[in-house]
């Protein structure tokens, strides 16, 4: 239900409407979105092939590749359909939905990273109970948890903002239905409004922020406390590149959301969000290979397995 609403549907600006940027911005924002789909499937393919990799640290890896591919899929594919439209609209039902998926995977993103801290906490802090601390029915608890965050939090943020009135204007200046920009469209003073929505983003941004900065001071201070070289470049290189991903997302959330009204122009939040929406999902899978002995080996190792399957059907075939 929607009280006092006009609007049927918004226009969303995007970005520039010059033919020949729009024709370089598709060809890039597609090569991008192709490239994110097919490293965080093939991160999901190696590290499952590999029973070396069935592993807490590792589930946890799948599961935040699928939710990248997830992610960027909320904003991306419309982005490239937007390109090619001369009309840039979304149905009002639309835009809700859009809102909603985004928020859901990203704030099941945002505790997920928490629990791969917890983890990481676990194994570098207390290693001998490692195994009772994250066995599979805890890891599907942390998991669980995340996803029905993230449904909660994105249900109550959508709801709350499209029963607001819209009565007009119907731009959104920006390349997907995020919620601030939706904000200004809503009828009368909504100052009262952003207040509130600043104050949920940092309850829900913080806590899992929180979570993971203590589990890795814990991390951090254990590691000083080993004496070899060698063993602490080992211990350090296992939430090496969980760390990096902390740091980009959570940075950069922090920045966008919990940030004072207007404290930012249309076009510099647009690159803020296209930096958490499109780059940090880019990123994580050069960064789990690249930064990562274990899932580069297993990689090595599984497309070895597929040149020879290749060589021995292509031995055992008759002759034509």
């Known amino acids: 239900m929607r009280p006092n609403t006009s609007v049927t549907e918004f226009v969303l600006l995007g970005f520039s409407t010059d033919p020949d940027v729009s024709s370089a911005l598709f060809l890039a924002f597609l090569g991008v979105y192709i490239f994110i789909v097919l490293g965080n499937v093939l991160i999901i393919v190696v590290t499952t092939a590999d029973l ?4 807490p640290m590792y589930f946890f890896l799948r599961i935040l590749s699928f939710l990248e591919i997830c992610f960027t899929s909320v904003t991306l594919p ?11 609209t979304m149905p009002f039902a639309g835009c809700a939905v859009q809102m909603y998926f985004f928020l859901f995977f990203g704030v099941t993103e945002c505790c997920l990273l928490a629990s791969m801290a917890y983890d990481r906490y676990c194994a570098i802090c207390n290693p001998l109970r490692y195994t009772a601390f994250m066995d ?3 890891c599907l608890q942390l998991t669980g948890g995340s996803w029905l965050c993230g449904m909660v939090v994105a249900v109550g943020h959508t709801a709350f903002v499209f029963t607001l009135p819209f009565c007009g204007p119907n731009v959104i200046n920006h390349f997907f239905c995020e919620i601030q920009p939706v904000l200004k469209l809503v009828c009368g003073d909504t100052y009262w409004i952003e207040i509130q929505i600043v104050v949920g983003a940092a309850l829900v941004l913080l806590l899992p922020f929180m979570l993971t900065l203590g589990s890795y001071v814990c991390i951090i201070s254990t590691i000083l406390q080993i004496r070899s070289t060698e063993g602490r470049r080992r211990a350090f290189s296992t939430c090496s590149s969980h760390l990096t991903v902390v740091t980009l997302f959570y940075g950069t959330a922090l920045i966008m959301y919990v940030r004072p009204k207007s404290s930012f122009s249309p076009e510099v939040s647009k690159i ?3 930096f958490y929406s499109v780059v940090i999902p880019l990123l994580n899978p050069i960064i789990y290979s690249l930064r990562n002995k274990e899932v ?11 040149v020879q399957e290749e060589i021995l059907f292509h031995r055992v075939q008759p002759p034509t």
């Open 52 to 55: 070396a990799l069935h592993t």
């Open 78 to 88: 419309n982005v490239l359909a937007e390109i090619l439209s001369v009309r840039k």
């Open 136 to 138: 599979r029915k805890v």
């Open 272 to 274: 803020f969000a296209l």
């Open 296 to 306: 580069k080996d297993a990689l090595r190792k599984t497309m070895g397995d597929i």
